[in-house]
Nanobody, 126 residues
Framework: QVQLVESGGGLVQAGGSLRLSCAASGRTFSSVGMGWFRQVPGKEREFVAAINWSGGSTYTADSVKDRFTISRDNAKNTVYLQMNSLKPEDTAVYYC???????????????????WGQGTQVTVSS
């Protein structure tokens, strides 16, 4: 069982930065792939970024490429999403997700993930 708790969301002006953190509990954290997704009301949850078990492989959606960076610290059981040059269209609830035990690689869709956090709101003002 893995429990995920996101933090770091808030209100920021366009062009600003935020760093989201996702603290995980559970013994399998360091061996599974992790991801970040976001969702706005009335729309489907959207893939943002993924990272493999070691942090050696990452993938970022085209919509945030070169602005967002995913990373992890297995010693701290934490995954991060550094968000720079934020735009109003980045406004959403951001969710951290963990793959199931044995799934150590990248996951690109919601169906690749088994555990979800409660979400943290990010609002970017113009």
């Amino acid at each position: 069982q893995v429990q995920l708790v996101e933090s770091g969301g808030g209100l920021v002006q366009a062009g600003g930065s935020l760093r989201l953190s996702c603290a995980a509990s559970g013994r399998t954290f360091s061996s599974v792939g992790m991801g970040w997704f976001r969702q706005v009301p009335g729309k489907e949850r959207e893939f943002v970024a993924a990272i493999n078990w070691s942090g050696g492989s990452t993938y970022t959606a085209d919509s945030v490429k070169d602005r967002f960076t995913i990373s992890r610290d297995n010693a701290k059981n934490t995954v991060y999403l550094q968000m720079n040059s934020l735009k109003p269209e980045d406004t959403a609830v951001y969710y951290c997700a963990a793959r199931n035990s044995g799934a150590s690689g990248l996951g690109y869709t919601i169906y690749n993930y088994h555990y979800w956090g409660q979400g943290t709101q990010v609002t970017v003002s113009s």
